[in-house]
């Protein structure tokens, strides 16, 4: 399947909590890609200002749907809430 849309999660996230971080992505990777609907990659990017997540699905409807999933709401956000030091950034971009 072709990525028709992009879903971008960017965080601050300190140094010292980074690491909990990481872990919750690997944690949450393989579960993401196997059981959401549209859900095609996920990356983890690291900059020393923030932390992005960068998820590729099949099309913006599924990216939104996955906002508002069982996996995100109850496992993924609760995980890192903890972890911020500001609110994320959430931004959903359509492929031209």
Do not use: C
Request: net charge negative.
């Amino acid at each position: 399947m072709k990525i028709n849309a992009y879903l971008e999660i960017t965080m601050k996230i300190d140094a010292p909590n980074r690491p909990a971080a990481a872990k919750i992505y690997t944690d949450y990777r393989a579960p993401f890609l196997k059981t959401i609907e549209g859900a095609l990659t996920k990356d983890l990017l690291i900059r020393d200002e923030d932390v992005q997540v960068l998820h590729g699905f099949d099309s913006v409807e599924h990216a939104q749907a996955y906002l508002t999933s069982e996996m995100f709401r109850n496992d993924v956000f609760i995980g890192l809430k903890p972890l911020w030091s500001a609110d994320p950034d959430v931004k959903i971009y359509s492929v031209a």
